[in-house]
């Protein structure tokens, strides 16, 4: 199918996700004013996909990849301390439930947000039976795939022999489960990678995936386990981490636990946010915060100015499932 500026990919909404957008309230607005020439509450489905899927599903692989696009620089990715900029992180690549660009944890979705123009991407890394780190986010196959069973009881080729579940917009024949080396490469020198390791024990592995790609410079651990955090500085002391704030308390005994070692940023809970930002401010440190309860209000109709909320509270990075219109809404727009 060609892209045309005029369509809509189509999209695949998990009942739990319109459940979300009513508790959120679809036609909530945001005190928090917006840049002027940009049409802040213009919902999300208004404008035609922001990417012309040929930069970055199947076809792309015949061109040579495209080059970083985001505005930020990699040196104030790495600095705790910077915050020149607002900064979007796609979760899942280009987005996951709530997304309508491409299928998530692809190679295709993190090549997405690269031409978005993204500051980091997150990931799902968990192990095959045997023992390589793949890039999904279910303990199963079941949804995104073709196949059926858990992940861990399938060998890296029996999942790469499955085929995606995918609607959107483009070609994404040649897509199947990426591994995280694989990602990484992809990403390397493009988007800073949050690797998220609360979905396997293996810290061994992950670790290895960075080191064997060379990303200590394009790779955050980021895990609400401090042990795993403890265990993968043991191995590797270089490495940027992400520890998560999930009560108040949490947010003293985080900062003063790593203040030898700053964290790149500090993901406050969405739960508690923007408590904890005055703690983390103290330390030195970046908050960033989910904003998927958000997303799924503006999917549905809602305002794409609440994200500045986020901003004005403190947070220097906001998560999203739909990076292109927390980009529009911040000013920085979609790079052609």
């Known amino acids: 199918m060609r892209y045309d500026p005029g369509m809509r990919a189509p999209i695949v909404i998990a009942p739990i996700a319109v459940a979300f957008a009513l508790a959120c309230g679809g036609s909530g ?15 999300a489905d208004a404008a035609p996909p922001p990417v012309d899927p040929s930069l970055f599903d199947c076809t792309s692989l015949a061109r040579p990849p495209l080059a970083r696009r985001a505005s930020s620089t990699p040196e104030c990715l790495r600095d705790p301390t910077c915050r020149t900029t607002r900064l979007v ?5 280009a987005g996951g439930q709530l997304g309508r660009i491409a299928p998530e944890d692809t190679l295709a979705a993190y090549r997405a947000g690269i031409a978005m123009g993204v500051d980091l991407v997150e990931t799902d890394p968990r192990p095959t039976s045997d023992g390589v780190l793949v890039n999904i986010h279910d303990p199963t196959l079941d949804r995104t795939t073709d196949g059926i069973g858990d992940v861990d009881k399938h060998t890296l080729a029996e999942i790469q022999a499955l085929h995606l579940r995918t609607t959107f917009l483009g ?10 080396v694989e990602l990484l490469a992809t990403c390397k020198g493009r988007a800073l990678v949050l690797v998220d390791a609360n979905k396997t024990d293996r810290v061994d592995l992950l670790v290895a995936a960075i080191l064997a790609t060379d990303t200590l410079d394009w790779a955050v651990f ?12 043991a191995i590797e002391p270089r490495l940027m981490i992400q520890p998560r704030v999930e009560t108040l308390a949490d947010a003293q005994v985080i900062a003063d636990k790593y203040k030898a070692h700053p964290p790149v940023f500090f993901e406050i809970s969405a739960s508690i946010f923007p408590g904890g930002v005055d703690v983390v401010r103290a330390a030195g440190g970046r908050v960033l915060v989910d904003a998927f ?3 799924a209000s503006v999917r549905f109709g809602g305002l794409p100015s609440q994200y500045l909320d986020f901003y004005a509270k403190g947070a220097d990075v906001v998560q999203t499932d739909l990076p292109d219109v927390v980009l529009r809404a911040i000013g920085r727009g979609v790079p052609p």
């Open 293 to 295: 309860g958000i997303d």
């Open 29 to 43: 607005s945001s005190s928090v004013g917006g840049d002027a020439g940009v049409d802040l509450d213009a919902g």
């Open 171 to 180: 070609d994404f024949s040649c897509e199947r489960v990426p591994t995280l």
């Open 222 to 233: 980021d895990t609400s386990s401090l042990d795993k955090i403890d265990r993968a500085l």
């Open 89 to 93: 992180s796609a979760h899942r690549g």
